[in-house]
């Protein structure tokens, strides 16, 4: 996998300029722009022109222009298509000079071939499970305890997991007295990782006796997870799911959404 927009140096410089108008709109000094990203004025001139044809910027003065809502899809897919490469080039390049941290399954000795797997997230090492790929370690650990593993070999294929969003009211529609609590219970016991957004969310989770496992940052948290191959539910609230959403589609992460809220009025 190669990101496509590192074949072009015009199409990479395209987007530097895109970035910084989107940073600095709607007043844009080319010649900052230029400083910034090692161009001349007058290429910056012409990627301006360039990017207002294509609709992804529109000017209302001389020096102002604003990013259009083609012109943010368009970043957006290109920084995630940027951030999968760099996924890419962490775990299958990298990981063969870096030191890995596994928790033992049994006791090992240093220089030990051991065998790695992902369970829930996390790295397991062993001696005798041959999953193919395998490594060196580097020290010496009990089982149930971290060590480190260098020199790793094969590939790791985790399948992105799901993401299942149970969206509940804001406190002015009720909060979590107008959730439906039967609903949400089964699905958060079939989950390994939960998530919460929003003091609602805490709340509702705690009139079904669940503790989450994040709750600032929590949409971030459960990305990783899912990367990670760890499925998860992140109960949030209404108006916190739109933003969520478009991370997930930009990050092209599966995901169900369910609507928690009770009918009625308060």
């Not at 829930?120 to 370690?137: E, H, P």
């Not at 399948?159 to 009211?169: G, L, M, R």
């Not at 219970?185 to 609602?200: C, D, F, H, L, N």
Request: charged share 25%; hydrophobic share 40%; aromatic share 6%.
């Amino acid at each position: 996998m190669n990101a496509k927009i590192l074949q072009s140096k015009s199409e990479m410089t395209k987007f530097q300029v895109l970035t910084e108008i989107a940073a600095h709109q709607p007043n844009v000094r080319q010649k900052e722009i230029a400083v910034k990203i090692g161009i001349t004025p007058q290429a910056v001139s012409e990627y301006i022109k360039e990017l207002t044809a294509e609709g992804l910027i529109h000017s209302d003065g001389r020096v102002r222009y604003k990013i259009t809502k083609d012109g943010v899809e368009w970043v957006l897919d290109n920084a995630s298509e940027l951030k999968r490469y760099s996924q890419l080039v962490m775990e299958d390049i990298i990981s063969h000079v870096s030191t890995w941290t596994a928790i033992c399954d049994e006791a090992i000795q240093k220089e030990d071939k051991v065998y790695i797997e992902m369970r829930k997230g996390l790295l397991y090492a062993n001696r005798s499970k041959d999953t193919g790929i395998y490594g060196t370690a580097i020290m010496s650990g009990e089982k149930g305890f971290d060590i480190g593993v260098t020199d790793l070999k094969g590939y790791m294929h985790v399948d992105t997991e799901s993401i299942t969003i149970c969206k509940i009211p804001r406190i002015k529609r009720g909060g979590s007295s107008f959730t439906n609590l039967e609903r949400l219970r089964p699905i958060v016991e079939s989950k390994p990782y939960i998530g919460a957004v929003g003091t609602e969310a805490l709340m509702a989770l705690k009139r079904i006796g669940i503790t989450p496992d994040v709750m600032f940052g929590a949409p971030e948290s459960v990305i990783q997870a899912a990367y990670h191959g760890l499925a998860s539910v992140i109960v949030i609230v209404e108006d916190e799911v739109s933003y969520l959403m478009a991370r997930l589609e930009n990050e092209s992460i599966p995901y169900e959404i369910m609507d928690l809220s009770k009918t009625g009025k308060i």
